[in-house]
């Protein structure tokens, strides 16, 4: 028998394009673990920058095509699809002492104003990225309107305390939380002005024992006020995703949220348009609140358009019974564009570390 070697399966992956980088996946160190059995058979690891890469499928299939194609002898081909998420804090000087050095990315997800569902989007983000196999945080920022807990269905969940006297967050659905909703009762108000709101959110960046994580998401709360700004201040942002609805009261305060995170230089990943429309029972969209409004808003902004999620009754349910829709109804429309658009916004994430996004920052790859 004729043996395959492992020059020959090199020699085909070098005909594998990843699909945004336009670079072949050996030269891009995507390629590990190559293994010829006597019989031939043939296995090899693809290291992708997320668990979550949308291309993870198009990936696989276009290296057994070629080495089929380059490597006719090989007989049986497995492909190992793993991850290691890239940072997007690597153009930070590795000596400098920063908050959150575990933290591989920071993301902000942001609103012009409020009632546009951004809480719920990033609680079911985060939700969506532990699935896929990521290590996920998701802080609540919105001070004076805490969610997280009943979200997550946590109203009398406290945090611990570990040995250096820091915040140990709960944990549930594979993500780790911090709320100022878990520090203080449910009926009180928060009652704060901004130099003390800003104080708290240091707290949960300084004083909470995150660990190693791919992804620590902040739920912002609208505007583009005091936490928005100490949290640009304090942390490198590896970028911002903005949450809008279709309608134009809306896209006119995203604007300006737009423009304070291009003004203080953090990337952003792009935008969603949340509720876009109903689905009718006879499966006819009913655009509540205008037709594809965030989608031209996006393009006229040249920034991703990260997918438009419609409006359901799964979202206020999962809302209300502390379960995220993509896990209460993962085969629902809602929680499938939900899922859609989390696997897009890890690709943005990885192609801004590349230095190739659309508002490119430094750093690293997408999916390699």
Known sequence: MHKVE????????????EPDLKKDLVSLGMIQDIRIGDDNRVSFSVVLTTPACPLKNQIKQACIDAVRTYAPLADEIEVNMTS?????????????????????????VASGKGGVGKSTFAVNL????????ASVGLIDADLYGPSIPTMFGMHDAKPGIDDRKNLVPVEKYGVKLMSIGFLVETDTAIIWRGPMASSAIKQFITDVA????DYLIFDMPPGTGDIQLTLVQTIPLTGAVIVTTPQDVALADVSKAVSMFRKVQVPILGLVENMSYY??????KDYIFGKAG???????QCIPFLGAIPIG??????GDSGVPFVLARPDSLTALAMSGSAR?????????????????????????
């Open 6 to 17: 492992e020059a020959h399966i090199i020699a085909a992956l070098q005909t594998v394009m």
């Open 313 to 318: 009754r799964e979202v206020g349910e999962g």
């Open 210 to 213: 995150w660990g190693e994580l």
């Open 84 to 108: 290691k998420v890239t940072s997007g804090c690597s153009h930070h000087n590795a000596t400098e002492e920063r908050p959150l050095k575990g933290v591989k990315n920071i993301i902000a």
């Open 126 to 133: 985060a939700v969506s990225l532990a699935e896929s196999g």
């Open 279 to 284: 689905e009718l029972p006879d499966g006819a």
């Open 344 to 368: 897009e916004i890890a690709r943005q994430i990885s192609l801004t570390n590349a230095g190739v996004g659309a508002e490119p920052s430094c750093g690293s790859g997408c999916c390699h």
């Open 294 to 300: 965030g989608e031209k808003f996006a393009k006229a």
